[in-house]
């Protein structure tokens, strides 16, 4: 009778799972009210249910600290999984296990961001923390084996009705049932079922090695009237024919039948504008649209504003900077689960940018202002071109203080730039690391330029943050001074994107220094692609693209033999429609925006959308993510030319 009064431990195990569900949606879903909800409930009982199953296999007193063990567990990853989101603006699954040294390596950063969301994390322990106090009102008593029996019958067919309820709209993009069966994706996951049941299939799909169907659609090409035929920058040495007839592996098969039915991208009136001029390419450590002003920093401005202005250019925050980093020099999308396979540096890059411009008799060189074995900087470097990197602990800290955090961009070009100025042709990359957060008057940056922004109106962590930008500008002054100095600066090319936006600042500090309110999906990511050229009028391109087109663009201005079909992004200057995709598969295109959590798709004032375009882009937007994924994965680039 006694344990008659108690509360049944699978109800108090599931008002404790759905409470957490709660207040981790509350904190990281921008749509909270959705008819996902009515999931996390049904997933939410389910594992209630289950627990108290397995719990009731035991003693009283071993049934309690294993009920414990388990909703601490419980806590302690819908805890991490917050913290992960607000480090890195992606939520965590099984294969980022392979980049935990990152979080390691900035471990006093990922600690403020601890601190930071200390109340939520709090929250989410409340049940966890409640149990001590009302453990005694409980029922954890033993279960008979027909009581268990009753109970492994109820799970079955609650899981039956649950996936039976999948059905309903089954054919729709992102529904319930494609969510679950046929798409590996963590931030949708995460959103239609809860953080759980999310971390339940991630799990299954990377044990089973799940791969998503290819279906072979492509976006409809712009055609624009002009006297000139251009012909498509493809490789015509490639017997895509013979590949596919010679292949037993049925996925190998299906990527050579896939890049097979890609006509590739058009050539285009800029084609070989630059060719056998200098390039010196940029990845710029946190860069956002939102440091710029003619004022604080007038050379990102003029160069912004000169040459070619690209004005719907986005850089997706993608697994931070080696996603970013990832995408502008490869052309391919961050898929978290091939970084680590990237950082391993044992593909076939026959497009890497540092072994093109060797091709071309080239000096190539790339440099980078903090640790030169961060992340594995210097295996992939190598693994694309570049032999001679040089960086913090493997040679640059006899030239500029890397004692700095973070170092100083006005140190890392002043130390190299003579290294390549009177070379006749020259390739320069630069991993900046200026603009690294957090952003406060600590950040010697910051502290430097902080004179500066005092009399801005916004709060201290924006101030911070664009007076570390500010050593960005002042570096590229002095890089354009030295070109300029050398006559090299009409035949020079400075390329320069964000590795991802400043995620460190909040949406709303965002917003304080931003032209217009952002949302924080798709408009948050909205930044700059400079492609500068002192002798190059300016021209305007309203296209979208983001940073997997970066070097298509770069490799058909340059007027170098590549493949466009080979290479996920696209030539922004040709008539390929643009298109900008987010790591939680929302994206850009020139018809709109489409929001893949949310489902909603808004289109831009005046387009008449043709029927199917969303499900069309969807299908078109999974292909170029799984292509880019299994580029990597199955190292591809060797599958087609060999060694």
Known sequence: MENEKKLPLFLYSFISIFFIEFVFRIVTIEKFFSTSLLYILITSFI???????????????????????????????????????????????????????????????????????????????????????????????????????????????????????????????????????????????????????????????????????????????????????????????????????????????????????????????????????NLILFMAESYNEIAVSEELTPTLYKLINSSFTFENFYTPVNNSTIGGEFQELTGLFANNSILRTWRNAKNSFPYGVGKVFNDLEYSTYAYHNHSYTFQDRYKYLEAIGFKNFLACRNGLEKKVNCKLWPESDVELINATVDDYINEEKFMVYYATVSGHGSYSWGNAMSKKHKSEVDHLPYSEPVKAYIAAQMELDDALELLISKLEQAGKLDDTVIALVGDHYPYMLTLDEVNEAASYKKDGVIEINRSNFILYNSATENTKISKVGSQIDVLPTIYNIFGINYDSRLIIGKDILSTEPGLAIFSDRSWVSDYGKFYATAKKFVANEGIEIPEGYVDNMNKIVANKINMSKYIIEKDYYKKVFGN
């Open 47 to 277: 594992l209630a249910l289950a627990i108290s199953w397995i719990t009731k296999f035991f003693k009283e007193k071993t049934a309690k600290v294993i009920f414990l063990i388990i909703l601490g567990v419980i806590s302690l990853w819908a805890s991490g999984n917050l913290v992960y989101k607000n480090a890195f603006n992606v939520y965590f699954s099984l294969s980022m296990l392979k980049l935990a040294d990152q979080v390691m390596t900035f471990w006093k950063t990922t600690l403020l961001i601890v601190l930071k969301n200390i109340i939520y994390i709090i929250i989410l322990f409340v049940p966890f923390i409640v149990t001590f106090f009302v453990a005694k009102k409980i029922n954890f008593s033993k279960s008979s084996l027909k009581k268990q029996g009753i109970g492994i019958v109820l799970i079955m067919l609650v899981i039956l009705g649950f996936k039976t309820s999948l059905l309903i709209n089954k054919n729709k993009s992102y529904s319930a049932y494609e969510i679950y069966n046929k798409v590996n994706d963590i931030s949708l996951s995460i959103e239609k079922f809860g953080v759980y049941t999310a971390t339940y299939l991630d799990v299954k799909k990377t044990i089973t090695g799940f791969e998503e169907e290819v279906t072979f659609i492509k976006q409809e090409e712009i055609e624009k009237e002009t006297p000139i035929v251009y012909d498509y920058n493809i490789d015509k040495t490639i017997d895509f024919a013979n590949l596919i007839n010679n292949e037993s592996n049925k996925s190998i098969k299906e990527m050579h039948e896939y890049f097979n039915s890609d006509s590739g991208t058009k050539q285009n009136e800029y084609t070989g504008l630059f060719k056998d001029k």
